[in-house]
């Protein structure tokens, strides 16, 4: 995620009048106020040249006067173009030789005197706060001298005019830069909160994984190198199938491993369809010193979309997980049903049972439940589980048929 704008990028690129990316969404009505101040400044300048023209003709020093104009419009177009190329250092000098350029001409020609409403603006933008003042304080000043000047008698609005059109910048000035200041400290908080909630979509996302696969897995082999251990000296040959039964297990583990990190679906779902991989993880359950675990599939088969199918094979892991190492179950029945408008999945065990509404206090039922309830929501389907102590438990999850996206790579939690 590329990092918040900050206040000063913004503001280099509202003064140049262009936007590049996120900057033109955050700064879209600086930019329109820059663009105004910009053109205001050459309307006001081309006014006050047409001005002077009608009043003293073009003899005498007016057409000294003109080149100077000329010669102020293209400083300033030159330094709002170069904007990038010139730098802090640079863009002071390039307002000072405006203002410089400014100053003669109200002098010469006080018409020329509202020309220093956009020259408020930047030296607002680019001075410190105290310099800014200064700035605009000995503006005002020039702007009430030539008004002055031009009048034939002295009238109180020429120079309170000018003060106030100079309070009123400032005003804009400092309300649109507090409202910039907001919006740019919003989108670095709004930023680092998705980037933490990144961050714990995924640390949910591989704590799921682990629990379902790596967890599950490792419990599979402990059991089965138990047994190979147990008739290691009375059955060599059943001890060294359990042997491979657990290496086979452990490499099945660290491929699911490989594909939950890289947000991959199941290895087991890479190349065939929910049925085939179901019927696989009971088999591979079959071969463990647990409860018999049994498989069928009801109702034509149809495509899946992945994430369906990634979710019902990990609630169809931990439910039979569950089965084996909490419930003391001698049979485990999963049930995967194809119905016309969804597909169902049901894992029923004949074990000890518990009472659901206890499930955050029971030891290795705390995280698994929950943990099935999100996968299986994620997916616009609903998780839920029958059980009484001593009656053992049905897991039953149900999502609604959509269109298959397609089986291989796709997210895994």
């Keep these: 995620m590329p990092p918040p704008p900050t206040r000063a990028r913004l503001l280099g690129e509202g003064l140049r009048g262009g936007s590049r990316g996120e900057t033109a969404d955050v700064t879209g009505t600086e930019h329109r106020i820059h663009l105004a101040m910009h053109a205001g400044f050459f309307l006001l300048l081309a006014a006050s040249a047409s001005r002077l023209v009608v009043r003293h003709g073009l003899g005498g020093t007016t057409a000294v006067w003109l080149v100077l104009c000329g010669v102020t419009a293209v400083a300033y177009a030159a330094g709002v173009a170069g904007w990038d190329a010139l730098g802090r250092r640079g863009r002071l000098a390039w307002l000072a030789v405006v203002v410089l350029f400014w100053l003669a001409l109200d002098v010469a020609a006080p018409s020329f005197a509202w020309c220093a409403v956009p020259l408020f603006f930047l030296a607002l933008r680019l ?44 005003v804009i000035f400092l309300e649109l830069q507090r409202l910039i200041d907001a919006l740019v400290r919003t989108r670095g908080e709004l930023a680092a909160t998705q980037r933490a909630a990144g961050v714990l979509e995924e640390r949910e996302r591989l704590s799921r994984e682990i629990h379902d696969t790596l ?142 509404s206890r499930t955050a206090s029971a030891p290795g039922r705390g995280y698994g439940i929950p943990a099935m309830r999100d996968r299986i929501a994620e997916v616009g389907g609903v998780l839920t589980v029958e059980s009484a102590p001593g009656a053992g438990t049905v897991v039953a999850a149900a999502v609604p048929r959509r269109d298959a996206a397609g089986v291989g790579e796709g997210k895994s939690g």
């Design 127 to 170: 001075l410190s706060p105290r310099a800014a003042i200064v700035t605009v304080i000995v503006l005002t000043g020039a702007v009430i001298f030539a008004q002055i000047y031009l009048a034939d008698r002295l009238d109180p609005s020429l120079v309170l005019a000018p003060v106030a059109v100079a309070a009123m910048a400032a």
């Design 215 to 356: 967890a599950q897995g490792l419990t599979s082999m402990g059991i089965l190198l138990q047994a190979a251990d147990r008739q290691w000296d009375t059955a060599p040959d059943a001890a060294r199938r359990h042997l491979r039964d657990a290496a086979e297990a452990a490499a099945a583990n660290l491929e699911e491993a490989r594909h939950f990190v890289r947000a991959l679906a199941p290895p087991g779902l890479g190349a065939g369809s929910l049925p085939g991989a179901l019927a696989a993880l009971v088999g591979a359950e079959s071969r463990a010193a647990g409860p018999r675990v049994r498989f069928r599939a009801e109702g034509e088969e149809y495509p899946l979309d992945v994430e369906v199918q990634t979710a019902m094979l990990r609630v169809a892991q931990g439910a039979v997980a569950n089965a084996r190492d909490h419930a003391d179950a001698s049979t485990v029945m999963v049930t995967l049903t194809y119905l016309d408008d969804g597909v169902s999945l049901d894992v029923a065990d004949d074990g000890s049972g518990f009472d659901p």
